[in-house]
T-cell receptor
Framework: GENVEQHPSTLSVQEGDSAVIKCTYSDSASNYFPWYKQELGKRPQLIIDIRSNVGEKKDQRIAVTLNKTAKHFSLHITETQPEDSAVYFCAATGAGNMLTFGGGTRLMVKP | DVKVTQSSRYLVKRTGEKVFLECVQDMDHENMFWYRQDPGLGLRLIYFSYDVKMKEKGDIPEGYSVSREKKERFSLILESASTNQTSMYLC?????????????????FGPGTRLTVT
């Protein structure tokens, strides 16, 4: 089945700096790659996603890039703010279009 | 706004007890999911359902069963709770699994149930 690896597990940045979280996947048939953000004590929420026919997608300060050849995709957050502090999960579709999630990255933005 | 609710935020049960976790969604979604969330392991799929009375095993179904008698309600059952089932349980729903409109793939999560088995 699909296997998704996510790095780093924790990331600390200064407010205003950029943050990058990387994920690799194993199933070359995967075609949908969402990112979820989970603030402390809250439920995960979708923040951005990308399909396999697109190499990059942006939404204000966040962007996702996909390299299908290398089977990896990344989340980029620019001009980080304290409210970006959360756990971020990447995911990829596997068999039956079920999502397989990465292990999560705890992002801490220091004011 | 999609609303997914779970019956309890916190639950403490004893080893061997039968445990029911309930999830209700109000958006007429076809698909519902049960995940388990553990630190460093992300969200792991236990079971999902794509229609009433239909269910499929996820990655970690052992020790769990599910029931979907109505479209809006999806229950997770621990037949005989064990300490290694202490975890956060998250329910989710989505409109579609396949199709051209990727925006309908989004999974909407409930607030979670933190289950402790002693």
């Amino acid at each position: 089945g699909e296997n998704v690896e996510q790095h780093p597990s924790t990331l600390s940045v200064q407010e205003g700096d950029s943050a990058v979280i990387k994920c690799t996947y194993s199933d070359s048939a995967s075609n949908y790659f969402p990112w979820y953000k989970q603030e402390l004590g809250k439920r995960p929420q979708l923040i951005i996603d990308i399909r396999s026919n697109v190499g990059e997608k942006k939404d204000q300060r966040i962007a996702v890039t996909l390299n299908k050849t290398a089977k990896h995709f990344s989340l980029h957050i620019t001009e980080t703010q304290p409210e970006d502090s959360a756990v971020y999960f990447c995911a990829a579709t596997g068999a039956g279009n079920m999502l397989t999630f990465g292990g999560g990255t705890r992002l801490m933005v220091k004011p | 706004d999609v609303k997914v609710t779970q019956s309890s935020r916190y639950l403490v049960k004893r080893t061997g007890e039968k445990v029911f976790l309930e999830c209700v969604q109000d958006m007429d979604h076809e698909n519902m999911f049960w995940y388990r969330q553990d630190p460093g392991l992300g969200l792991r799929l236990i079971y999902f359902s794509y229609d009433v009375k239909m269910k499929e095993k996820g990655d970690i179904p052992e020790g769990y069963s599910v029931s979907r008698e109505k479209k809006e309600r999806f229950s997770l059952i621990l037949e005989s709770a064990s300490t290694n089932q202490t975890s956060m349980y998250l329910c989710a729903s989505s409109s579609q699994l396949w199709g051209k409109d990727a925006s309908s793939y989004e999974q909407y999560f409930g607030p979670g149930t933190r289950l402790t088995v002693t």
